[in-house]
């Protein structure tokens, strides 16, 4: 009898023991990422590449500088270069012609210039690079730069004109100064004979007297 009380209130004592335990387990416990991390920023997308020439405008012979930005750190980047030659006039138009009248010649399509179409340059580590061209050929030149690593890529256009050439000296241009400088020096050279020659009838007309 003893021992039959002793097992029941060991189990009783077990039961209350056990009813706050298996109450605290059924409580939902929060969730350490929603209390503790703070809220992530939503992505951002990159930075547009860009590349500029510090001239737009330029004639036969000078040099540019080309500069791009924004592309990827320490990276090669490819430049292709596409001419868009200026347009012929059409059949039986007169040639486009400067302010001081003379002509412009116009670059044929199948030009081939020895300036480099494709070249490469090399960025720093803030994604930035200047590169340097001298076109050899006029007409609308368009740049475009992609970057190998990055996939980046940019573009910019350069207007080349002809080199302003100097009139032409020709044989009638030095035949009129000549001609003229001449008949003033044979009227100045009558002149000075109608001198003298007044003169001396001066002279001997006033001694007949």
Excluded: C
Excluded at 48 to 71: D, H, K, Q
Excluded at 163 to 192: E, N, R, Y
């Amino acid at each position: 009898m003893r021992l039959s009380r002793i097992i029941m209130a060991l189990t009783v004592g077990l039961a209350v023991v056990a009813v706050p335990t298996a109450a605290g387990a059924a409580q939902p416990q929060p969730t350490p990422s929603a209390t503790t991390d703070p809220p992530q920023p939503p992505p951002y997308p990159p930075t547009a590449a860009s590349l500029t020439v510090n001239r737009p405008t330029i004639y036969l012979g000078e040099t540019v500088v080309l500069t791009g930005t924004n592309f990827g750190p320490n990276e090669t980047v490819d430049i292709n270069v596409t001419v868009t030659p200026q347009a012929a006039p059409a059949g039986g138009a007169a040639p486009a012609r400067r302010s001081d009248g003379s002509t412009v010649a116009m670059a044929p399509v199948a030009y081939q210039a020895s300036a480099p179409l494709h070249f490469t340059a090399y960025t720093n580590g803030q994604g930035r690079f200047t590169k340097s061209y001298k076109p050899s050929v006029t007409g609308l030149l368009t740049f475009t730069a992609t970057g190998r690593e990055s996939g980046r890529t940019a573009s910019t256009e350069l207007r080349v004109l002809h080199k302003k050439q100097p009139l032409p000296v020709t044989g009638d241009s030095l035949g009129t100064p000549m001609k003229l400088g001449g008949g003033l020096v044979g009227a100045g050279a009558i002149m000075l004979l109608l001198t003298l020659a007044w003169r001396r009838r001066q002279r001997f007309g006033g001694a007949a007297h």
